[in-house]
Nanobody, 114 residues
Framework: VQLQASGGGLVQAGDSLRLSCVAS????????MTWYRQAPGKSREFLAV???????NYADSMKGRATISRDSAGNTVYLQMSSLTPTDTAVYYC?????????WGQGTLVTVSS
């Protein structure tokens, strides 16, 4: 499984952003798909998860301003974020758990200016 995250960039505080994660090598329809982020000098932080049934769960920091979703083909997962603040500045990673093995994408940098 290879994961390619994209959609990061420089945005202003208060903006919205949608990140994408495209999988190759395997369909993600049965996988647990998650988004994490890692800010400078901090450990990697869980943000959101979507499972095969479509059930989702979010970290407290994302509740109410993020939506994780996946396309019908099961190969692309999205993280829609709103009301971004400078504290959201981080490298964002997608991850897939397939048959008990966790795979990571390379990350996409989100920078939020004040």
């Amino acid at each position: 499984v290879q994961l390619q995250a994209s959609g990061g960039g420089l945005v202003q505080a208060g903006d919205s952003l949608r990140l994408s994660c495209v999988a190759s090598g395997s369909t993600l329809s049965s996988a647990f798909m998650t988004w994490y982020r890692q800010a400078p000098g901090k450990s990697r932080e869980f943000l959101a998860v979507i499972i095969a049934s479509g059930h989702t769960n979010y970290a407290d920091s994302m509740k109410g301003r993020a939506t994780i979703s996946r396309d019908s083909a099961g190969n692309t997962v999205y993280l829609q974020m709103s009301s971004l603040t400078p504290t959201d500045t981080a490298v964002y990673y997608c991850s897939a758990i397939v048959d008990g093995v966790q795979y990571w994408g390379q990350g996409t940098l989100v920078t939020v200016s004040s």
